[in-house]
């Protein structure tokens, strides 16, 4: 069992270049979420969703897209990347049990944009 | 959507003493707000949480504690440790439901030894 694996784990891109983040789980969760973390900043949602074929827009959307066509995975998008999207990104899926939801997350990708 | 405001931002305690963090959340719906530590170079994990028909909740050295009335809630770490030391979040759902969560934007704390 893995739980909730990234891929990559570091990447540096120019400008205006694009890549896909990879995220992945074993947990057979429903929900799956991107999060951008800067500091001072939190955790910011970018995009989540809430089981297969579906997404919606989190908190700081603007610049990324998302696909879930498989329900263990959750792509995300950098069509043109930009400076300010230097950041670490964690994905994270949970389930809902007894009213209470646990997130689980992966151990992050650094994204260095020059 | 929800606002979650948390401090302080930073906190340094001696080993041994105690720390509080404390969270604010804006929507009145909400019912269920959850703590994650962040060690330095790793992921967030659950630590506690804490439902809203309850008003304090422990395990071991942490316990949270909510004030629905005020919509805030702490967290409570006693006798605290080295391995302590690291970013605290806490959360809270947005309009009531369980998914999607606001998170703050994090405590450091630091433990002395």
């Known amino acids: 069992n893995a739980g909730v694996t990234q891929t990559p784990k570091f990447r540096v891109l120019k400008t205006g270049q694009s890549m896909t983040l990879l995220c992945a789980q074993d947990m057979n969760h429903e929900y799956m979420y991107w999060y951008r973390q800067d500091p001072g900043m939190g955790l910011r949602l970018i995009h989540y969703?809430?089981?297969?074929?579906?997404?919606a827009k989190g908190e700081v959307p603007d610049g990324y897209n998302v696909s879930r066509l498989k329900k263990q995975n959750f792509l995300l998008g950098l069509e043109s990347a930009a400076p300010s999207q230097t950041s670490v990104y964690f994905c994270?899926?949970?389930?809902?049990?007894?009213?209470?939801?646990?997130?689980?997350f992966g151990p992050g990708t650094r994204l260095l944009v020059l | 959507g929800e606002n979650v405001e948390q401090h302080p931002s930073t906190l340094s305690v001696q080993e041994g003493d105690s720390a509080v963090i404390k969270c604010t959340y804006s929507?009145?719906?909400?019912?269920?707000f959850p703590w994650y530590k962040q060690e330095l170079g790793k992921r967030p994990q659950l630590i506690i949480d804490?439902?809203?028909?309850?008003g304090e909740k422990k395990d071991q050295r942490i316990a949270v504690t909510l004030n629905k009335t005020a919509k805030h809630f702490s967290l409570h770490i006693t006798e605290t440790q080295p391995e302590d030391s690291a970013v605290y979040f806490c959360a809270a759902p947005d309009n009531g439901g369980y998914q999607k969560v606001t998170f703050g934007t994090g405590t450091k704390l630091q433990v002395i030894p």
């Open positions: 929507d009145s719906a909400s019912n269920y």
């Open positions: 804490i439902r809203s028909n309850v």
């Open positions: 994270a899926s949970s389930y809902l049990t007894g009213g209470r939801e646990t997130q689980y």
């Open positions: 969703s809430v089981g297969e074929g579906t997404t």
